[in-house]
């Protein structure tokens, strides 16, 4: 390539939003953009840096998609937050829009068109890149009424497989039905542009919650269990019909089961499933953080302690009144709570016990990561949804009510299926 050793030091030092319009420059800067050597480099450079991202509010709701967004990073340099991108649904003609799954980088949106249309599209927001993916063809005139109900496909998943650090494919699942010991799977893959259909065997006594929405991580889908005590996972690219599920059991389904203050859920960080909960004993008030280190079903096994702390300079400050949220996508140090009585989101590090607090009538202010936080009706839509924090409906299904959009270390364009 004939390009000066120090256009590519340059190059190589600018943010990502600024390297995908150098592509457009010419053919030798495009070639070097996208050669692994550069994508390499450049990775290595930004490896402790934060990157931009989003946390999406997973209910049908009409206020908006991205609740917090955390921008100005130095790896992609985005002037707002990467939430905002969405936009382009907003100005179409629609009824309802939701946001069914966020997995690395991708977007599997829900729409109904002004005619009462279904629609799904899987993007890439950043660029601008979606495309509508076609619904199976045996779906019945009955499965799309419901469908336009929201009684069917609540627990649609989004899968990827990753190739240096780059998605360069995707699977869209339907819970087509559930009964006995059995699981109906549609998949639609963008390396065929086609449906399969897959029955798998998942284990006994487990009933199917079908309004529970799944965390897509490593190709792997997962659901929260009838079992209040565990949730159950299955490897959509390498799980095969017979032995593909499991059940795995959260570390304080025995003797802290009573002490937990809140319900069940569970979030991604760092690239593993973490499960976080606060205990009370002898008037202790306290947060515990674990991390899933194997799929099996003794806790045990299957978990790793992360985090004991206390919570009393925290309680003190802000109030008892709070929820979890998520943890830091890219950071297990750092969790996110709302406060109810302070009506603003903490931000909680783990390690140091530092905390803030900010709130949405605010100015943009950095946050713990150095990005820029900025808040999007978020107060309104955690007060409509607060009380699914409660134990005392712990006999009904946790539901995904946030989700985190983590925007990618490299740029990636939305792998697109086979012309038909």
């Known amino acids: ?23 457009s420059v010419s053919k030798e800067w495009k070639d070097l953009i996208d050669s692994d050597f550069f994508r390499d480099h450049f990775i290595s450079r930004n490896s402790s840096s934060s990157i931009s991202w989003s946390i999406i509010q997973m209910q049908p709701h009409k206020l908006t998609l991205e609740i917090v967004g955390h921008h100005g990073c130095k790896t992609w340099g985005l002037a707002r937050s990467p939430g905002s991108f969405m936009s382009f649904f907003v100005e179409r003609a629609i009824n309802k829009i939701q946001v069914m799954a966020c997995t690395d980088g ?56 990753m190739r240096s650090g780059i998605v360069v494919s995707y699977k869209v699942v339907f819970v087509m039905r559930h009964s006995g010991t059995k699981v109906g799977f549609a998949i639609y893959s963008s390396d065929t542009g086609k449906w399969e259909n897959r029955n798998v065997t998942y284990p006994r006594n487990h009933c199917w919650f079908g309004q529970c929405k799944s965390i897509a991580l490593n190709g792997i889908l997962h659901w929260l269990s009838s079992l209040n005590s565990s949730f159950m996972a299955y490897d959509i690219y390498g799980g095969n019909v017979d032995d593909g599920f499991r059940n795995i059991s959260f570390p304080d389904s025995g003797k802290d089961d009573v002490l937990r203050r809140f319900r069940r859920t569970f979030t991604t960080s760092e690239g593993s499933i973490v499960y976080f909960n606060e205990y ?24 790793q302690l992360l985090w004991e ?27 996110y709570l709302w406060c109810m009585e302070k009506k603003g989101m903490a ?6 016990l530092a905390f ?42 946790n539901p995904l009510l946030f ?7 490299w740029l990636q364009w939305l792998p697109r299926p086979p012309p038909t």
């Open 280 to 303: 009370c004993e002898n008037e202790n008030r306290t947060l515990r953080v674990w991390r899933l280190v194997k799929y099996t079903d003794g806790p045990e096994e299957a978990w």
């Open 347 to 352: 931000l909680f590090n783990l390690r140091t």
């Open 403 to 409: 989700s985190q959009y983590v925007l990618p270390r």
């Open 106 to 161: 991708l977007v599997l949106v829900y729409l109904e068109a002004a005619d009462d249309t279904p629609m799904y599209y899987v993007g890439n927001p950043l660029f601008q890149e979606w495309f509508q993916v076609p619904l199976p063809p045996f779906l019945s005139l009955e499965v799309l009424e419901r469908i336009r109900l929201h009684e069917r496909f609540s627990d649609t998943g989004l899968v990827t497989k």
């Open 309 to 335: 702390v206390s919570l009393v300079s925290m309680i003190e400050s802000l109030g008892i009144d709070y929820f979890p949220v998520v943890m830091h996508p890219l950071n297990s140090e750092i969790i």
């Open 1 to 23: 390539m004939n390009i000066p050793e120090v256009a590519f030091v340059v190059l190589v030092r600018l943010p990502l939003k600024s390297i995908a319009r150098f592509r």
């Open 356 to 397: 803030s607090l900010h709130k949405e009538n605010e100015d943009d202010s950095k946050c713990m990561d150095g990005c820029v936080l900025s808040f999007n009706m978020c107060s309104e839509y955690v007060e409509n949804i607060c009380g699914y924090f409660s134990p005392r409906f712990s006999c009904v299904p």
